[in-house]
């Protein structure tokens, strides 16, 4: 069978594979030089290797920092292309490539070897019985996004078996795809499952990074996910995985992170890139090119600029696609992928390579549309292909229901899939991705539960984490047992979750809201690999109202093509009909127009979605026709009474739900009448009428 080595490194004068014959080994048992080179690719072919093989590289080459040079033979280095990383390696002194307690800092050359510490790639089998398996490609405008982690989503689950909790196989057991079918979930978005290593600072402290969001290798699942011993065992089981769950109907989307690797600044490890080729692999400074450019935050920024770079990126992606059938992806920061001298530019190489490649641009990619830099807030800029997660959508439903809106306008754009962000150039509601809540920041119920963030336990003095948060604590700080704070906050979190169902765009759920998380208000727990993260399936009585409210919205939003749109709302008129297929109204019925947002100084509101006036089509050109929606929200801390608009009055409306009762989905509908109805405060109530 035999292996062949490739490794690009283009200012190396020598380069060596290290083999090795158990994990444990403390150094290498055989070192082959690498005979040949080849457009700075160096490579060799030998015929007795077999899959199941340890091994890393030593490459040599000039060690000068101030002008970015950093090869040290001393260091044993991944391969960026290992498919398997068996071991995952340790923190120690050894892996940094300069000699840690020099007056120099770190223009001293270490000589400590550090193969004893160092990860360790593996040859795979890429063999496996995919069986019928394929794409699933749910619409966009039919997808439901549920974002979780692998371990909390299953770690405290007593029905998932015990050796699988917080597993790739745990994933895709019979209790996890159950709940995630109750819950009407069409694609699950996983937190970073490519191997990370952890910074020293949290090693320091006994911590690690549990988020992942720290990437060693952009080919190999994380080791920590596998549920049995094995030097391949995590990549047979992400493939059962993915195969069990497009069995069940649910796309598989990756949070991949291509911005940074987990070599940091240039006070950081040279565990991989930074000892094969610091000036090819990072964007450096161009007066001092010792130092990294950082739009992560992180300590370093890939180098896009490279075209070695960039093929590193788009064959990890086709790895993910063709090998491991994933779906699509999640990319973090992708600002930052888009900064091709120093601001961001939408006209990339980046994006150009990914629109003309026949394989990555036919999956769903999503863009976190911002990055740590100047410039690198863009939300809306994205090209078309592209999903966004929009942050301004999650900003305004926030102040909304926050009760402190001081332009209602915003939310009217919001809930109507932010036309005003992605219509002009040509791109459609799917764009927006619409999200309340995610891993970064409060859960939703920490969001109605805390004003500030208490970050203590991550040991940085409560300085990590944002402070704009925009959550109400509904007049208590923390957990309570006051049953009237309890009942606010059960409704605040149905009006978030409500409000977040009805707009138009594409939802995203933060896994573990429906089951009321709480991290006592941690907003950034990257580094508890705890119970603040683990999904809690023991529910209280309110709890469980809650799951049940969640899983029946999602119900209604997969039932009603008014919600599934696939063109934006065009509030042109029906020449047959007169009227328009959506409308906003103040509660006294009177229609908002225009500029009348600007003036508009009571919160409350409501929207009319009229299913026969919508323009809209399926993806094989049929018409989409359907019931109509008349949702009102009352954020004011007063009942209002709200009439029912004259243009409605042809209609029967019933009520769907009110978040102020329990429950809120009534067995029996009742009609909403001409006169309307006092609405309480902070809450949200849904009005059908039939198809007509």
């Known amino acids: 069978m035999g292996v062949n080595f490739a490794l690009f490194s283009e200012h190396a004068t020598r380069v060596e594979l290290c083999l090795f014959e158990e994990l444990g080994d403390h150094s290498e048992s055989l070192r082959l030089e690498l005979p040949e080179r080849t457009d700075h690719v160096w490579h060799g072919y030998f015929p007795d290797l077999r899959p ?63 193969a004893a510490y160092a990860p360790l790639g593996a040859v795979i089998d890429p063999a496996y019985s995919w069986g019928q398996d394929r794409p699933l490609r749910t619409p966009w405008n039919r997808t439901v996004i549920y974002e979780a982690h692998v371990t909390g989503l299953t770690k405290l689950h007593k029905e998932v078996p015990p050796e699988l909790r917080g597993t790739f196989s745990g994933v895709a057991s019979e209790p996890i795809i159950r709940h995630l079918h109750s819950l009407g979930v069409t ?37 920590r996910f596998a549920a049995h011993p ?53 964007r450096l400074s161009e007066r001092e090119p010792r130092y990294h450019l950082d739009f992560t935050g992180c300590g370093n920024t890939l180098n896009m600029q490279h075209p070695r770079v960039l093929q590193l990126i788009m064959d990890s992606l086709r790895y993910w696609i063709e090998e491991m059938h994933v779906d699509g992806f999640r ?15 939408k006209l990339g190489a980046f994006f150009d390579i990914i629109h003309q490649d026949p394989v990555i641009s036919q999956v769903k990619l999503i863009a976190e549309p911002w990055d740590v830099g100047e410039g690198g807030y863009q ?22 229901w926050q009760g402190g809106l001081q332009h209602p306008g915003e939310v009217a754009w919001r809930l109507a899939g932010s036309s005003d962000l992605y219509q002009t150039d040509g791109r459609s509601p799917a764009s927006s991705i619409n999200f309340i809540t995610c891993h970064d920041g409060f859960t939703l119920n920490d969001l109605v539960s805390y004003e500030h963030k208490h970050n203590e336990s991550n040991r940085e003095e409560n300085r990590d984490g944002t402070d704009d948060n925009r959550s109400w604590n509904c007049g208590v ?18 009006n978030l979750l409500s409000t977040l169902l009805l707009s138009v765009g594409v939802p995203m759920l933060s896994g573990g809201d429906e089951l009321s998380l709480s991290k006592l208000g941690n907003n950034n727990t990257y580094c508890q690999d705890n119970e ?43 020449p047959r009909t007169g009227l328009r297929d959506l409308y906003w ?40 026709s359907g019931g109509s929606l008349f949702a009102i929200f009352n954020p004011r801390a007063e009942g209002l009474h709200f009439l029912l608009p004259q243009i409605l009055w042809d209609r029967h409306w019933s009520v769907v739900f009110d978040t102020s009762a329990i429950p809120s989905f009534q067995p029996e509908s009742r009609s909403f009448l001409r006169e309307g109805q006092l609405v309480a405060g902070r809450s949200v109530i849904l009005l059908r009428a039939a198809h007509e």
């Open 532 to 574: 603040l993260n683990w999904y809690q399936w023991e529910l209280t009585s309110e709890e469980q109202e809650f799951l049940d409210f969640a899983r029946e919205l999602v119900s209604l939003r997969h039932q009603e093509p008014v919600l599934q749109r696939r063109r934006f709302l065009s509030a042109t008129v029906n």
């Open 331 to 345: 990319f973090d920061l992708a600002s930052a992928l888009a900064r091709e001298l120093h601001e961001v530019d």
């Open 379 to 400: 939300v809306g800029n994205f090209p078309v292909l592209w999903s966004e997660w929009n942050g301004r959508y999650r900003d305004s439903i926030r102040t909304l």
């Open 477 to 494: 700080e923390g957990p309570s047992e006051e049953p009237a704070i309890q009942a606010l906050r059960l409704r605040q979190k149905k």
């Open 585 to 624: 109204f103040s509660p006294t019925g009177v229609e908002i127009l225009g500029e009348e947002w600007n003036n508009f100084s009571s919160l409350a509101f409501s929207m009319a979605l009229l299913g026969g006036e919508a323009v809209d089509r399926t993806e094989h050109g049929e018409r989409i």
């Open 52 to 114: 199941g093989q340890l091994y890393a590289y030593r490459v040599y080459g000039p060690f000068d920092p101030q002008r970015g040079q950093r090869f040290n033979p001393n260091k044993l280095l991944i391969d960026p292309y290992a498919k398997a990383v068996p071991r995952t390696g340790s923190w120690h002194s050894s892996l940094l490539g300069y000699q840690e307690h020099s007056a120099d800092g770190d223009l001293g050359f270490d000589t400590a070897d550090s």
């Open 187 to 223: 694609a699950l978005e996983l937190m970073p499952i490519h191997q990370k290593f952890d910074e020293h600072h949290l090693a320091k402290k006994g911590l690690t990074n549990y988020w992942g969001y720290n990437t060693l290798s952009f080919f190999a699942p994380d080791l």
């Open 230 to 282: 094995g030097r391949l065992a995590a990549v047979r089981e992400f493939k059962t995985m993915v195969k069990t769950l497009h069995a069940a109907g649910i796309e598989v989307i990756l949070d991949v992170v291509y911005n940074h690797t987990a070599e940091a600044d240039h006070f950081g490890p040279t565990i991989s890139y930074r000892g094969i080729d610091n000036r090819s692999y990072y």
